[in-house]
């Protein structure tokens, strides 16, 4: 149960930040506490434990309401599944990809004193991160596809938050596969999913 409790952090992680990409997408603006959570786990490379890549527990709680609506079958956002198993895919793609892994590395880490000494949310650190998404990760098929207001998709400030919260869901997708994550959980292990949501709710 210990792993299951571990990794439903990380899934609670991949959630938040897609719930984040599809209001950016929709309305222009992020949470601003959600955007940095999830912005400095990109960062928390190194970090010891899943607690430790997203801060606390208590940062991820609307991640993890998210991951028990969906396992309970109360979620009303049939995209977000769709976009989960989308960065999923992606997340196969990109650890078997060495070259490209090496190239996000090296950017995030290039990134990480600007982003210690303005914040991780600062408008030139999501400009740099967005545009390492663009540069790698979204070469890769199968692309993840952010459907929203046309209107701020235009916006190219819009566009780099979109793929810097991507590369986060990315980061937590890699994390949740390190955990032992495989899609089986979703199969066959809902109701251990649940217990292991609802204790870390607790």
Same mark, same amino acid.
């Not at 609670?12 to 984040?20: E, N, R, S």
């Not at 990409?21 to 222009?28: N, P, S, Y």
């Given at each position: 149960? +210990? #792993?299951?409790? #571990?990794? =439903? @952090?990380?899934? +609670?992680? @991949? +959630?938040?930040?897609?719930?984040? =990409?599809?209001?950016?997408?929709?309305?222009?603006?992020?949470? +601003?506490? =959600?955007?940095e959570t999830a912005l400095e786990s990109v960062f928390r490379i190194d970090a010891s434990s899943p607690t430790a890549v997203y801060g606390s527990v208590a940062q991820l709680r609307p991640g993890l309401v998210l991951v028990q609506d969906y396992f309970t079958s109360r979620s009303h956002d049939e995209h977000l599944p769709r976009l989960a198993l989308a960065v999923l895919q992606l997340e196969r793609r990109f650890v078997q990809d060495a070259a490209m892994a090496d190239k996000v590395l090296g950017g995030i880490r290039a990134q990480a004193d600007q982003a210690q000494r303005l914040g991780s949310s600062h408008p030139d650190v999501i400009a740099a991160l967005g545009t390492l998404y663009a540069d790698t990760l979204s070469h890769l098929r199968p692309r993840v596809l952010v459907q929203g207001n046309p209107h701020y998709l235009g916006q190219p400030g819009v566009v780099a938050e979109v793929r810097a919260v991507l590369l986060a869901a990315v980061r937590s997708a890699v994390l949740w596969r390190q955990l032992g994550g495989s899609y089986w959980d979703f199969l066959l292990r809902k109701r251990a999913m649940v217990d292991a949501t609802e204790a870390r709710l607790d």
């Open positions: 149960m +210990a #792993e299951l409790s #571990e990794r =439903v @952090l990380a899934l +609670a992680g @991949l +959630a938040q930040a897609l719930a984040q =990409v599809r209001r950016i997408a929709d309305t222009g603006q992020a949470n +601003a506490s =959600v955007l």
